[in-house]
């Protein structure tokens, strides 16, 4: 259900076409909520079947032509009534560590070069994330919205920050494994 109200976040933040919807996912939103170009320009039919948007009156035939659409109030509504509603955290689900706990009765066979590269990836979002805080938010920049903004970008900065740790922990314990690799027995 996450997807229309991040679509009518963008959209109340600057009524938009679908292909700058979609480009501006891309660029800010699509970091912590993706969805593919499909997913979003079917939304947009929903929201707009549901009352929620419009598109914007244009003045030429509309083949051909793209719509740009914004937040009705409505769309406002649910928004409002969305943020405020009550939501139990997601557990943590990641591959990497579901492997980890698999290697343990398998083996590490091929495990460490693919840890040293969710390290640099990681790394790179760490740094890119850190580019856009300082384009971004430079001091002073402390509207309400800014800080907010600024709230969730911090999310991915520390979050980011916990992998790469994280990662060069576990590469270090992977070099004091033994040679063999081979798993414990279990009884």
């Known amino acids: 259900m996450s997807l229309p109200h991040a679509i009518l976040t963008a959209l109340l933040e600057k009524p938009s076409s679908g292909l700058e919807l979609t480009r501006r ?29 419009r598109a ?3 003045e030429q035939p509309a083949r ?50 693919e840890l040293a590269r969710h390290l640099e990836l990681h790394e790179r979002q760490l740094a890119e994330y850190r580019e856009i805080e300082e384009r971004d938010f430079p001091p002073g920049k402390d509207s309400s919205a800014d800080r907010l ?14 992998w790469t740790q994280w990662l060069q922990h576990a590469l270090s314990e992977f070099a004091r494994l033994p040679p063999d690799n081979s798993p414990a027995e279990h009884n």
């Open 25 to 53: 996912f891309d660029k800010s939103i699509g970091y912590f909520w993706s969805a593919t170009h499909q997913q979003i320009y079917r939304e947009l039919g929903r929201l707009e079947a549901d009352g929620l948007i």
């Open 56 to 58: 914007l009156p244009t």
């Open 64 to 113: 051909g032509q793209k719509k740009s659409y914004e937040v009705l109030p409505a769309g406002r509504a649910e928004l409002v009534r969305w943020t405020a509603a009550s939501q139990e955290p997601k557990p943590l689900r990641d591959v990497l560590l579901l492997r980890l706990r698999a290697a343990a009765v398998v083996g590490t066979g091929g495990l460490g070069p």
């Open 149 to 162: 903004r600024h709230l969730v970008l911090r999310a991915g900065i520390d979050l980011e920050t916990f």
